[in-house]
């Protein structure tokens, strides 16, 4: 690469990082705050919380760099263009192929970090976040640990801690199961402790009172005792295997095992092309908007009073391959056999540019026409 190339190409990835990691900021709070509400009310730990967003990520990287391509190609572009560095080098002998040259690498660059996400640390990083969903889910012993607050691990019991020592010593609890037809049955202990064995989770109360309330009749027998074992291991939900999801296999299979997988899950075979093409067709899209904006950018030349109307074009222009991309999805998802059209807004962006780049070659051209028109 020349000098040239160089810079401009390092101020492109030093923008596209800067967008980026805006972008993702943005997204990560909005979704951080639900998943940080849910998960301390299931009493799990800042550990899990950090793990969940963490694999979390790749998805939301993959929504935001399409666009933080387009915004750091038309602020690089603007820049150079304002600054007179654009006219310079164009004055020098370099054509506008010439000056997209680092654009395409950037694009390439763009392409690869896509392709990367989509085929693969995407679908991993999906699967592995609904099987520890799963398992967080399942996890009664962790949300039982939360003081000061009465809790429905299951349908019809209500469990209170009043407080847990530093020590895990549960201080003054109370159990309410309702799950008899007949009877309400209450327990409650000045201390507790939960103890893992090969049976399961059990709860040892130490100085309590059980009180059984026989229905119908009203009858209440109440019985002391110095230590009771109250086996929790029925409010565990019994593990189950994640529900597969098309989301989570590899494109390979995706692609030639379509019919299969179609009986299998009881989805269209249209959804599974559309899943497995839009994995190629996201890449390309994503490229493409920059040289797009580049384009754009270059068609109008410079101009003193900056070249606002370019930047609104390109956008206008991306937001139109946005809304191709969406016109697709439903007929694709119907009928398997139409997936070339995944293709379709990557095709449209490269004849776009390969247009606005003819066009910005030959400024003069496009002048007389607009004046005898």
Excluded: C
């Excluded at 990083?125 to 691990?153: C, D, K, M, W, Y």
């Excluded at 009180?211 to 009749?217: F, N, S, W």
């Excluded at 956008?315 to 009928?335: G, H, K, M, Q």
Aim: aromatic share 10%; glycine share 6%; net charge neutral.
């Amino acid at each position: 690469m020349s000098r040239f190339d160089r810079y401009v190409l390092s101020q492109l990835l030093v923008l596209f990082g800067f967008f980026a990691l805006i972008l993702i900021a943005v997204y990560w709070v909005n979704s951080a705050v639900e998943l940080l509400d849910l998960l301390i009310a299931n009493g799990q730990s800042t550990a899990v919380f950090l793990e969940f967003t963490a694999l979390s990520l790749p998805g939301i990287i993959r929504h935001v760099i399409p666009f933080s391509t387009f915004a750091a190609t038309v602020y690089v572009i603007n820049r150079l263009s304002s600054e007179s560095e654009l006219t310079v080098m164009q004055a020098t002998g370099f054509s506008p192929w010439r000056l997209a040259r680092p654009v395409v690498l950037f694009g390439i660059i763009i392409f690869s970090m896509m392709s990367i996400l989509t085929h693969y640390l995407v679908p991993t990083s999906l699967l592995q976040f609904n099987i520890r969903q799963t398992e967080v889910s399942q996890n009664i012993t962790a949300r039982l640990l939360t003081e000061g607050e009465f809790l429905h691990p299951a349908d019809d019991i209500t469990f209170y801690i009043r407080e847990i020592s530093p020590s895990g010593v549960l201080k003054d609890v109370y159990i309410s199961d309702r799950r008899g037809s007949s009877e309400i049955t209450t327990y409650t202990a000045a201390e507790a402790y939960l103890v893992n064995d090969e049976g399961g989770a059990k709860l040892v109360m130490v100085d309590g009172l059980s009180q059984i309330l026989v229905q119908p009749g009203g009858r209440l027998f109440t019985t002391n005792f110095s230590d009771f074992t109250y086996d929790i291991s029925s409010l565990i939900k019994k593990p189950t295997t994640v529900r597969q999801s098309i989301g989570f296999m590899s494109t390979k299979d995706l692609l030639t095992r379509s019919d299969e997988i179609s009986a299998e899950l009881n989805v269209r075979r249209g959804q599974i092309m559309e899943e497995a093409h839009s994995r190629f067709g996201q890449p390309l899209t994503s490229a493409l908007a920059a040289l797009v904006a580049f384009g754009t950018l270059l068609v109008g030349g410079y101009s003193r009073f900056g070249i606002w109307r370019q930047v609104v074009l390109a956008f206008v222009l991306l937001i139109s391959l946005e809304i191709v991309r969406s016109a697709i999805l439903d007929p694709v998802r119907s009928n398997g056999d139409l997936w070339p059209l995944i293709y379709l807004p990557a095709a449209l962006g490269f004849i776009m540019a390969l247009i606005l780049l003819t066009l910005s070659a030959y400024p003069l051209n496009l002048r007389k026409r607009m004046a005898t028109s």
